[in-house]
Each structure stands twice: as structure tokens, then as C-alpha cells.
């Protein structure tokens, strides 16, 4: 029989060979297993080499208090920098103003007692503005293995419910099909802009700042399958 005549069948099925066409899916809850923090720190001068100077410094700052927290931070990264000249809007020529300064760097920490207190740690800081957190399950979590497992599960069991109510039982599995229906991988309250947004100007108070207490947010976990099975030929 020539490809196409057996693709055909296969999708078709035949009297002999009668197919089911199914989806099973899961919709799971967990806890977050990773927490990302977005902090942008901040300088601004007359001078571009002591706006340079004061951006260093506080991006040191920065790194170093993070850093302080050890396994706690899983990953570090710098994901922006820039230092642009801003004109003045009258008067001859082109003169600088001043000079605004920007280093974006990225933490994610797997110890949520410790991102609160870090958290307002960095939003303390001069010119220092957090944002977050985005809550999260890693790639390798079991959650997801268990999602696509019950997706499976769902298939069969409404394949079998289907063959049921024709009087007859399923025969062979023809094909199983995964639709990536995965939840996305970082999820928050407020879409992009995170949960948490706190910047402190160079001439905040220097009264200390109480712990953040942040309620991680439960994980929404999605699975789908489209699975073909073959039934026995019923009676009708």
C-alpha cells in the first residue's frame, strides 16, 4: 500500500480498526521554587567621570550585599549598562548638563526568608530602585514531570470512558502527542512589573528599613496531550 494510503488509514482508522482521537490534560498548584529580582542602580553628575566614579562604587555596593547571602543567591547577573550625556536645551552649541549613569543586574534566590530582608537592603541603597520579585519553578522541577504524567493519565482514562460507552475496549495506542502547554516559567502578580518596586534619592532618611515579609506566589502548572488509540470493533 503506497505512504499516503497508510497515513490515511492510520489517521482514518477502519471498521476493523476503529480510531479514537483524545485530549487529556493536568492543571497543577506548587510552591515557587525561585525567586528573580530586577535592581537598577543609579548615578548622575556634571562630571562624567565622577558620575562613572559614584556608578562603580554603588554597583560595588551592590554586588557585595548581595553576594553576602551566599547559597541563598543562585544566580548573578549584570544585564545593562549605560552613561548618557544630557544637553542643555538652550544656548549655543551642544554643553552637557549632566551626565545619568545605569547598571542593571538581575538575582534569583532560592531563599525567600532572605529575599525579603535583601530586598529592602537594595531598596534602601541611594539611586537604587528594585523590582520583583517573579516567582518561579525550575526547569528540572518534578511538578512538571507530574503534570505530564496526570495529562496521560487523563487521555487514557477518557479514551477508555469513550470505548466504554460504545460496549468495547481499547485496542493499541497509534500516537501520543505533547502540546507544550507548560505554564510560562516566571509568573507574577502584576505581569512584568513584579510585585515590588522601591527606589531610595540620594537624601533618603538613613532610619533602618523593616524586613519586606513577601508571600511567594503558588505556581499555575499545565500539561496537555493529544493521544489516537485504536478500539476494538464494537457492536452497534
Do not use: C
Not at 24 to 30: D, I, K, S, T
Not at 35 to 42: F, K, W
Amino acid at each position: 500500500m503506497p505512504d499516503d494510503d497508510q497515513n490515511s488509514s492510520r489517521s482514518s482508522g477502519t471498521p476493523d480498526a476503529p480510531r479514537l482521537a483524545v485530549r487529556g490534560e493536568a492543571h497543577l498548584e506548587a510552591e515557587p521554587e525561585l525567586a528573580r529580582i530586577g535592581i537598577t542602580t543609579q548615578a548622575r553628575g556634571t562630571d562624567r567621570r565622577t558620575t562613572l566614579d559614584d556608578l562603580t562604587r554603588r554597583n560595588t555596593t551592590v554586588l557585595d550585599l548581595i553576594k553576602g547571602y551566599g547559597e541563598a543567591v543562585e544566580k548573578l547577573e549584570t544585564g545593562a549598562f549605560s552613561l548618557t550625556p544630557e544637553f542643555t536645551k538652550h544656548g549655543r552649541g551642544e554643553r552637557v548638563r549632566t551626565y545619568h549613569g545605569r547598571v542593571h543586574i538581575t538575582a534569583e534566590l532560592s531563599d525567600f526568608t532572605a529575599l525579603g530582608e535583601l530586598t529592602t537592603r537594595l531598596a534602601d541603597l541611594d539611586l537604587t530602585r528594585v523590582d520583583g520579585p517573579w516567582w518561579s519553578l525550575r526547569p528540572t522541577s518534578p511538578v512538571h514531570a507530574r503534570a505530564r504524567r496526570q495529562a496521560v493519565h487523563d487521555a487514557v482514562q477518557r479514551a477508555r470512558e469513550y470505548a466504554e460507552a460504545l460496549g468495547t475496549t481499547l485496542a493499541a495506542l497509534v500516537d501520543l502527542t505533547d502540546t507544550g502547554a507548560d505554564a510560562p516559567a516566571w509568573m507574577s502578580h502584576e505581569g512584568s512589573r513584579g510585585l515590588f518596586r522601591a527606589a531610595r534619592a540620594a537624601d533618603g532618611a538613613d532610619d533602618p528599613v523593616p524586613v519586606l515579609d513577601l508571600e511567594p506566589q503558588r505556581q499555575q502548572v499545565q500539561a496537555a496531550v493529544n493521544a489516537g488509540f485504536t478500539l476494538h470493533p464494537p457492536t452497534l
